[in-house]
C-alpha cells in the first residue's frame, strides 16, 4: 500500500534518525484499511511511533498521520513531507 516515493520520504527521516543513535528497528504492516510503518527505540519493545497512511481518510482531514506511542496523533495531513516534518522539529525528544 506504500508507495515507493512514500517509502523513499520516510527511510529519508528514518535514516537520518538511526544515524543519531534515537531510532533502531523499523516493520511495515499492510493491512486491510491501511498502511503502518513502526519505528522502534529498540528491537523488543513496541514501537514509539507510527507513519499511518489510511486513504479512506484522504478526503477528509488528510490520509496520512504520525501516531506516538500512548496513541497521541502528532501530524496530520494530506501531504507526507509536511507530516514527517514533526521529527524536524527542534523540541523533538524521544520518548524512553
Request: aromatic share 10%; glycine share 8%.
Amino acid at each position: 500500500m506504500w508507495h515507493r516515493r512514500e517509502l523513499d520520504q520516510i527511510l529519508r527521516v528514518y535514516g537520518r534518525l538511526v544515524a543519531q543513535g534515537e531510532w533502531k528497528d523499523y516493520a511495515i504492516d499492510g493491512l486491510k484499511d491501511c498502511a503502518i510503518f513502526s519505528i522502534f527505540r529498540r528491537t523488543s519493545e513496541l514501537p514509539v511511533y507510527s507513519v499511518i497512511k489510511t486513504p479512506a481518510d484522504r478526503n477528509k482531514q488528510g490520509e496520512y498521520k504520525v501516531v506516538a506511542l500512548g496513541g497521541q496523533i502528532l501530524k496530520r495531513g494530506h501531504d507526507l513531507a509536511q507530516v514527517l516534518k514533526v521529527f524536524d522539529k527542534k523540541k523533538f525528544t524521544v520518548i524512553d
